[in-house]
């Protein structure tokens, strides 16, 4: 699996190329924003492999949904609220 990392301004003016390139090459990409990891852009297949402290807890309404990869803060200062899986 390949790790690229991008900043926020990139990963926003490519969001649909950088979801594309998890989805189907199995890139993960670790959001930096002034430097600073903030978000990771993971395969939804590993996903299930992260830590627990890492993983998102799934909801029943995430759980019934064909989601393909997830969006993850990694910023312990950004609110739980803030860190949904979309």
């Not at 189907?24 to 590993?46: D, K, M, W």
């Not at 627990?52 to 950004?78: F, M, W, Y």
């Amino acid at each position: 699996m390949q790790t690229r990392s991008i900043s926020v301004t990139e990963a926003a003016r490519n969001f649909s190329d950088c979801v594309n390139r998890t989805r189907y090459q199995g890139v993960t990409f670790i959001l930096h924003r002034n430097g600073v990891p903030v978000a990771r852009l993971v395969p939804e297949s590993t996903k299930q492999s992260l830590p627990a402290d890492e993983a998102p807890a799934a909801s029943a309404e995430e759980s019934n949904t064909d989601t393909t990869v997830a969006l993850e803060a990694t910023d312990p200062q950004i609110p739980a609220q803030s860190k949904s899986v979309w």
